[in-house]
């Protein structure tokens, strides 16, 4: 099948330098959104053959969709209504196939709502996805005769009185033969109120050419909303946000109120997870069995197992986190942060390219990049790996059971053996050897009858 996505438009109400398609619903421009839907519809021996026809923006769009390969552009230059824009991608489409019409800057359509669209294609029929709508105003109003055959569409600027009453809408989605598509679309002219080449103009012609037209409606209202406007986008963002929520929820998961979650991309529980407000999920995040995160945490492309709390305010990007561990309150995990079951990190701890063994623990204010660190080392406050020499990365290695003294510098490469223990206040740069205690600092001295010096008097004016 082909699908034919319309995003030329330029979207002058967002006040906006990016192109209306690329503004994000949910964390992902609209027309990623269409082309990643639409790309559910093919299967792997029959892929969709899609086709996005850009114009405002058209080399940005192009940039940003560049990365999904096997698409194809077709360009309108001058926006000359929606049956102009697929006239500009006729050539093409491939003939013996279907096609099916969406829209860049209606996001959120679903697949199941549009199969029955392809299914009446398929068959030699147009499907038309059609709205009843309480308020119609500004939408195109699908005309039905006294049998309810759909006849045609007539837009609101061209519609009587009475068929403004009408309350079933065009969305303006819909799917036919490509064949049949190309002769229609070749005979639309613009003598209308806009002056435009109205793609709607082709229901009458089905209708006369004797093509059925079968009309069906999207499971969701919003599937078929479309974004003018800022306010819009944010309505949408709201309504997917819920969605998700209650799909969640309908899982078995504990939000402690689904208004106050953000889910930015995949997020995959396992049973019992309970999830405080306020916390953003970006990329795929995948939480363990009886998972707990706390208020207002961000997770970022993060695996969290089963079992693990990650309490108020941290901030975790594409890192592990192991089973039974403690992460939090505070805590940064980075990318490369690899950290195994039972794991303890406390508040103000950085972690960045290491990985963490079991047991192991950095509960405050400490920063652990470019390190391997083994089971059940106590990592104390205040501890440093000195990872960068101003031009490279080395690497601190940590064996099994070691005990890291209070603001400990370590001065990469460097090794601190099996069982060693570094006394607090030392700038290691050198190798500590096993089960020993290494420690650097300063001998304390005190000086006997030392006086602090005192303010000298103002001089008298
Ligand atoms: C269109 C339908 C109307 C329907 C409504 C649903 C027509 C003539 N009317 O009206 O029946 O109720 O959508 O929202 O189709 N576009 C281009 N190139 C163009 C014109 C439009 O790519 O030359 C794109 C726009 O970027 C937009 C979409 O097509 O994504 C719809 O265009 P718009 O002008 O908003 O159509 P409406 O007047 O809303
Ligand atoms: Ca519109």
Partial sequence: MNVLILAAGKGTRMKSALPKVLHPVAGQAMVERVVRTARQLGTSKNP????????????????????????????????????????????????????????????????????????????GQVGLMTLHMDNPSGYGRILRDAQGQVVGIVEQKDATEAQRAITEINTGILACPTAQLTHWVGQLNNQNAQGEYYLTDII??????????????????????????????????????????????????????????????????????????????????????????GPYCVLNNVRVAAGTRIEAYSHLQEATVGAQAVIGPYARLRPGAQLADEVHIGNFVEVKNATIAKASKANH???????????RVNVGAGTITCNYDGANKHRTIIEDDVFIGSDTQLVAPVTVKRGATLGAGTTLTKDAPADSLTVSRAKQVTIDGWKRPVKAPKPAK
């Fill in 48 to 123: 969709a053959h899609l086709v996005v026809v850009v114009g405002h923006g058209a080399a940005a769009v192009e940039q940003h969709l560049g990365s999904f390969g096997e698409l194809q552009y077709a360009l309108q230059a001058e926006q000359l209504g929606t049956g102009h824009a697929v006239r500009c991608a006729l050539q093409q489409l491939a003939d013996h196939a279907v096609t099916l019409i969406l829209y860049g800057d209606v996001p959120l359509i679903q697949v199941e709502s549009l199969k029955p669209l392809v299914d009446a294609a398929a068959q």
């Fill in 365 to 375: 204010l400490a920063y652990i990049g470019d390190a391997t660190i083994g089971e």
């Fill in 204 to 293: 009458a012609m089905a209708h006369a050419d004797g093509v059925p037209i079968h009309t069906a409606q999207p499971a969701h209202a919003w599937e078929v909303s479309g974004v003018n406007s800022r306010q819009q986008q944010a309505e949408l963002e709201r309504i997917w946000q819920l969605h998700q929520a209650n799909a969640l929820m309908a899982q078995g998961v504990q939000l402690l109120d689904p208004a106050r979650i953000d889910i930015r991309g995949t997020l995959n529980c396992a049973g019992d997870v309970s999830i405080d407000v306020g916390c953003v999920f970006e990329g795929t995040v995948e939480l363990g069995e009886g998972v707990r995160i």
